[in-house]
């Protein structure tokens, strides 16, 4: 299998502005009501509305910068799908590039949200033995259109990759192995046992 390389699609990156100023009127909101309301118990109508706007303002604080690094964020993003591993690359401030080999793969599960339905694209989680009792992925490739696709071509690398794995015994000479390893221990057993009773 050639090496596959994929980038989310633009639809993402307008599902996160999206989901951010959702986020953002709703905190925005909420700041303004408290705002408002505490402002009106300090000096009536015209502290609620100071409070209004200070606590509006301050969200913006945190939200006008959130929305101009969402760009740069999605062009971040890249993902390959190797003969055996998956690459996700990502990051804006602190890169990262994050290798999964498939033999550390346990599950690939795919997933959408109500944003990603909206807009029409989902997430393939590729979870690991490492990540075993926790409730994340390892890796996850979001905003792909054709998720299930990707799913598919990860699925059947990962069936390859498995496949192309010989065992490097066969079953008999692990037995014989086996065997041999028991004797030499019960031999050491023995001489432990002979001089311990050498000694009393």
Not at 26 to 33: A, E, R
């Amino acid at each position: 299998m050639n090496q596959i390389s994929l980038q989310p699609n633009i639809r993402y990156m307008y599902k996160l502005i999206v989901g951010t100023l959702i986020l953002g009127v709703l905190v925005i909101v909420f700041s303004g009501w408290l705002g408002f309301v505490i402002g009106r118990e300090e000096a009536g109508v015209s502290g609620s509305s100071r409070g209004l706007l200070i606590g509006s303002l301050v969200n913006l604080i945190w939200l006008l910068p959130m929305l101009a690094i969402i760009p740069a964020y999605y062009r971040s993003l890249k993902y390959e799908i190797r003969r055996d591993e998956v690459i996700v690359k990502a990051g804006v401030i602190t890169k990262s590039v994050k290798h999964v080999p498939f033999r550390t793969v346990t599950n690939l599960k795919t997933k959408q949200d109500p944003l990603d339905r909206l807009f029409g694209l989902g997430t393939l989680n590729v979870q690991t033995a490492g990540m075993s009792g926790q409730s994340g992925a390892e890796e996850s490739l979001v905003g792909l259109p054709i998720f299930e696709d990707v799913y598919d071509q990860v699925a059947g690398a990962l069936r390859r990759f498995r496949g192309s794995m010989a065992p490097t015994q066969t079953e008999e000479e692990f037995e014989r192995d086996e065997r041999e390893v028991l004797v030499a221990i019960l031999s050491e057993l023995r001489a432990i046992r002979d001089v311990i009773e050498n000694t009393d």
